[in-house]
């Protein structure tokens, strides 16, 4: 098998755990699910001095004192130049900055405890796919508080959407944290949510009066009053 089909995924507790296809491990990231606000990316602060070393090194280092896990396709370290970095109490995230450089090919993703470096001209893919959010919710009554059945959420600009269940709950895939959701149900008015990074969504919709006024309530639906007075 070549070196460059391969992934190297190094662990905090200083070994190789596997090596895997790059197929695999877009199935492994697409498993991936967002935390809360305050991620242990966010959290953790690392200290390293380090003079002259590989990429590849200094990876291993950040695994070494931390928790996380590292996917690189190791082919694309080949060439980088070596680097000294000496820093203390850093975020992964700045250390990487200050490692990589505004003029390195390759670029990182962090979720949670998992890193992972890619090719900026071939990594779009990887982004996308790692930042897809699943996230549920419900939709009520902000008057009564009751769950509204049959309402649409749909991620804006797309067509993927979702309709809430008995209780008003909803599941829906959304490509990234920062999405927007439209909700809408007959006779309120439309909701535009902002996800915001949360993973659970309790949504109220606004009676619109002056919509309720045209609706009638027949024995197997709802149509607008002129449709049932002809």
């Known amino acids: 098998m070549k070196k460059n089909s391969l992934w190297e995924l190094y662990s905090h507790h200083k070994k190789l755990l596997t090596i895997m296809k790059i197929t695999f491990l877009l199935c492994i990231v697409g498993t991936l699910t ?12 690392i200290s390293l001095n380090l003079k002259n070393v590989t990429i590849s090194e200094l990876l291993k280092e950040i695994s070494n004192k931390s928790e996380f896990s590292i996917w690189v396709n190791t082919s694309m370290l080949d060439n980088f130049s070596k680097v000294s970095l000496d820093v203390k109490d850093q975020t992964v995230d700045k250390i990487l900055d200050l490692a990589m450089g505004e003029n390195s090919n ?26 897809q959010q699943k996230i549920t919710g419900t939709v009520s009554d902000a008057t009564t508080g009751e769950p509204i059945i049959g309402a649409n959420v749909v991620v804006e600009g797309t067509t993927d959407g979702a309709v809430t269940d008995t209780n008003g709950g909803f599941t829906l895939d959304v490509p990234n944290s920062n999405a927007l959701l439209l909700v809408t149900f007959i006779g309120y008015n439309t909701e535009k949510v902002a996800i915001a990074g949360q993973s659970t969504l ?24 002129r449709d049932v007075i002809g």
């Open 34 to 45: 967002i935390t809360a606000a305050n991620t242990y990316s966010q959290e953790t602060k």
């Open 106 to 131: 390759l670029d990182f993703l962090i979720k949670d405890r998992v890193i992972i470096i890619y090719s900026k001209d071939h990594g779009k893919g990887i982004v996308n796919l790692v930042q």
């Open 202 to 225: 309790d949504i109220k919709l606004v009676p619109d009066i002056t919509k309720l006024e045209e609706i009638v309530v027949v024995g197997y639906g709802t149509k607008k009053k």
